[in-house]
C-alpha cells in the first residue's frame, strides 16, 4: 500500500478526463421554466430508460428537481446526466437494497451496498427517525454509498416530523486543505434542520468556500469565478473555473488561512470523520472521482460514507419550539443595516422563497442545463417536455 504522501500524489496526477462542451455560452438571466411535476417525470423517465427501477427513479427525481426548485442549480438535474451515466456503466446499482450491517437502541451501522444514493439516504434516515422516536436521540451512517444530492433532502424528512435532522457525507477529494497545493478532502457537506411553530430553520452547506457543482455551473454559462472560491494546479487563487475543475480545488470555508480557511478546513474534517471514517468507507484522499467531470469513464464503485441523526426535542427540556420561536423572532427583529438588500434572514429562508416561485412559475433552468436535458433525452429515446420543444440538443460532461 502506497504511504499517504505517496498516495495523495500518485491520485493528484491521474489523468484527467476529456471534457467538451457542445453549446454556447448563455447569459445569466436565460432561463426556462418547466412545471415541478413536469420535470420530474422527465427526470425519472431518463433513469429508469439508463437501468434505474420505476420506485427509486421517482425517489431520485424527487430529490435532484427538489434542487433546482429550492435555487440549488448546482446539485439539480444538472447532474442527471451522469447518474445516468453511472446506471449505465455499472458503477452504482441500481437494483441494490441497503441492509442493517449493525443495529443498537439509538445507533446504526448500514451498508448501502452501491444502490443510489436517494435510496441509501431516505432509508438510513427513516431509521434514525424510527430510533429517535423511542430513545430521543439516534445515529445511523453507512457506508457504499452513492452522491445523494442536497444534504437538507433527508435533514428535512426529520424536521417533517417535529425532529431536528442532521445529515452529512464525504465525497470525492476537490477540497484543498489549508498549506496543500493539492485537494485531499470533499466538499462534505452538512445539514441541520430544526421545526418551529411555522417553517423549519434548515442549514445546508458545504464545507468549503463554494461547492464544487457551482464552479460547475459557472463553467457552463462560461463566467468567471468569484475570487477566493478556488485555486489552480499549484495551489495558486484563481477565478477561472476550468482551472479549478481540473487539476485545482475549491478553497475551504474561510478562504486563506489567513482569513479563517483553516476552520473550513476543520470543519470538512470533521464531517469526513463523522461520515466515513465513523463508518468504514473511503476517506478524504482514498475516494475516487464521483460526480463531476474527472470521473468521465470511472467503473469501480465509489464508497462514500454518509452520517443521519435524528433527535426528538420532546424527550429534552419542555418548550422547545416556544424557545426556538422566540430566538427566531429575536433574529427577524434585529435592526437592519443601511445598505442591507433585506430583512435580516435565517438558514432556509431564500431556498423557501425560491420554492415559492419554482411551485408557482416552474423551476428555473439555464438554457445550456436544458440543452445537456435535451440530449440526454435523445440519446436515452425519452421525449423532450414540451417547453423544450425549441431547445437545441447539447452536452454537457458525460461521455457518449
Same mark, same amino acid.
Given at each position: 500500500?502506497?504511504?499517504?504522501?505517496?498516495?495523495?500524489?500518485?491520485?493528484?496526477?491521474?489523468?484527467?478526463?476529456?471534457?467538451?462542451?457542445?453549446?454556447?455560452?448563455?447569459?445569466?438571466?436565460?432561463?426556462?421554466?418547466?412545471?415541478?411535476?413536469?420535470?420530474?417525470?422527465?427526470?425519472?423517465?431518463?433513469?429508469?430508460?439508463?437501468?434505474?427501477?420505476?420506485?427509486?427513479?421517482?425517489?431520485?427525481?424527487?430529490?435532484?428537481?427538489?434542487?433546482?426548485?429550492?435555487?440549488?442549480?448546482?446539485?439539480?438535474?444538472?447532474? !442527471?446526466?451522469?447518474?445516468?451515466?453511472?446506471?449505465?456503466?455499472?458503477?452504482?446499482?441500481?437494483?441494490?437494497?441497503?441492509?442493517?450491517?449493525?443495529?443498537?437502541?439509538?445507533?446504526?451501522?448500514?451498508?448501502?451496498?452501491?444502490?443510489?444514493?436517494?435510496?441509501?439516504?431516505?432509508?438510513?434516515?427513516?431509521?434514525?427517525?424510527?430510533?429517535?422516536?423511542?430513545?430521543?436521540?439516534?445515529?445511523?451512517?453507512?457506508?457504499?454509498?452513492?452522491?445523494?444530492?442536497?444534504?437538507?433532502?433527508?435533514?428535512?424528512?426529520?424536521?417533517?416530523?417535529?425532529?431536528?435532522?442532521?445529515?452529512?457525507?464525504?465525497?470525492?477529494?476537490?477540497?484543498?486543505?489549508?498549506?496543500?497545493?493539492?485537494?485531499?478532502?470533499?466538499?462534505?457537506?452538512?445539514?441541520?434542520?430544526?421545526?418551529?411553530?411555522?417553517?423549519?430553520?434548515?442549514?445546508?452547506?458545504?464545507?468549503?468556500?463554494?461547492?464544487?457543482?457551482?464552479?460547475?455551473?459557472?463553467? +457552463?454559462?462560461?463566467?468567471?469565478?468569484?475570487?477566493?472560491?478556488?485555486?489552480?494546479?499549484?495551489?495558486?487563487?484563481?477565478?477561472?473555473?476550468?482551472?479549478?475543475?481540473?487539476?485545482?480545488?475549491?478553497?475551504?470555508?474561510?478562504?486563506?488561512?489567513?482569513?479563517?480557511?483553516?476552520?473550513?478546513?476543520? @470543519?470538512?474534517?470533521?464531517?469526513?470523520?463523522?461520515?466515513?471514517?465513523?463508518?468504514?468507507?473511503?476517506?478524504?484522499?482514498?475516494?475516487?472521482?464521483?460526480?463531476?467531470?474527472?470521473?468521465?469513464?470511472?467503473?469501480?464503485?465509489?464508497? !462514500?460514507?454518509?452520517?443521519?441523526?435524528?433527535?426528538?426535542?420532546?424527550?429534552?427540556?419542555?418548550?422547545?419550539?416556544?424557545? !426556538?420561536?422566540?430566538?427566531?423572532?429575536?433574529?427577524?427583529?434585529?435592526? +437592519?443595516?443601511?445598505?442591507?438588500?433585506?430583512?435580516?434572514?435565517?438558514?432556509?429562508?431564500?431556498?423557501?422563497?425560491?420554492?415559492?416561485?419554482?411551485?408557482?412559475?416552474?423551476?428555473?433552468?439555464?438554457?445550456?442545463?436544458?440543452?445537456? !436535458?435535451?440530449?440526454?433525452?435523445?440519446? @436515452?429515446?425519452?421525449? +423532450?417536455?414540451?417547453?423544450?420543444?425549441?431547445?437545441?440538443?447539447?452536452?454537457?460532461?458525460?461521455?457518449?
Amino acid at each position: 500500500m502506497l504511504a499517504p504522501k505517496d498516495f495523495l500524489e500518485s491520485t493528484h496526477k491521474l489523468p484527467r478526463a476529456p471534457f467538451r462542451v457542445i453549446m454556447a455560452a448563455a447569459p445569466d438571466d436565460d432561463t426556462i421554466r418547466l412545471p415541478i411535476r413536469e420535470l420530474k417525470a422527465f427526470t425519472a423517465a431518463c433513469l429508469v430508460a439508463a437501468g434505474s427501477e420505476k420506485e427509486k427513479a421517482e425517489l431520485v427525481a424527487e430529490v435532484l428537481v427538489e434542487a433546482d426548485a429550492r435555487g440549488i442549480p448546482s446539485h439539480g438535474v444538472n447532474r !442527471l446526466d451522469l447518474y445516468c451515466d453511472e446506471l449505465r456503466r455499472g458503477c452504482v446499482d441500481p437494483a441494490a437494497v441497503p441492509e442493517v450491517v449493525s443495529d443498537a437502541a439509538a445507533v446504526a451501522l448500514v451498508n448501502g451496498k452501491n444502490a443510489q444514493g436517494p435510496v441509501v439516504g431516505k432509508f438510513c434516515m427513516d431509521l434514525a427517525i424510527e430510533k429517535a422516536k423511542t430513545v430521543g436521540c439516534a445515529w445511523v451512517v453507512c457506508n457504499n454509498s452513492n452522491h445523494y444530492g442536497i444534504a437538507g433532502w433527508y435533514a428535512m424528512m426529520a424536521s417533517a416530523q417535529g425532529m431536528i435532522g442532521m445529515s452529512m457525507t464525504n465525497t470525492s477529494p476537490v477540497c484543498t486543505p489549508t498549506r496543500s497545493k493539492v485537494p485531499a478532502i470533499g466538499t462534505n457537506p452538512i445539514a441541520v434542520a430544526a421545526p418551529t411553530s411555522t417553517d423549519p430553520v434548515v442549514l445546508d452547506m458545504a464545507t468549503p468556500t463554494v461547492a464544487l457543482g457551482k464552479v460547475e455551473v459557472k463553467h +457552463r454559462k462560461g463566467d468567471q469565478c468569484p475570487e477566493g472560491w478556488g485555486v489552480d494546479s499549484e495551489g495558486f487563487a484563481t477565478t477561472d473555473p476550468s482551472k479549478i475543475i481540473f487539476g485545482g480545488g475549491v478553497t475551504p470555508l474561510g478562504g486563506s488561512e489567513v482569513t479563517g480557511g483553516y476552520k473550513g478546513y476543520g @470543519l470538512g474534517l470533521m464531517v469526513e470523520m463523522l461520515s466515513g471514517v465513523l463508518s468504514g468507507s473511503n476517506v478524504g484522499p482514498r475516494i475516487g472521482m464521483s460526480l463531476n467531470p474527472n470521473a468521465v469513464g470511472r467503473t469501480d464503485p465509489i464508497n !462514500l460514507g454518509q452520517c443521519y441523526v435524528a433527535i426528538d426535542p420532546a424527550k429534552f427540556c419542555p418548550g422547545y419550539e416556544q424557545r !426556538l420561536d422566540d430566538l427566531v423572532g429575536d433574529m427577524r427583529s434585529l435592526p +437592519r443595516a443601511q445598505d442591507a438588500p433585506g430583512p435580516v434572514l435565517l438558514p432556509g429562508d431564500p431556498e423557501r422563497e425560491e420554492t415559492k416561485t419554482s411551485e408557482a412559475k416552474g423551476v428555473p433552468l439555464h438554457v445550456n442545463i436544458a440543452k445537456a !436535458l435535451v440530449g440526454l433525452g435523445e440519446k @436515452l429515446n425519452v421525449p +423532450r417536455p414540451a417547453a423544450f420543444s425549441s431547445i437545441e440538443a447539447g452536452k454537457i460532461w458525460a461521455s457518449e
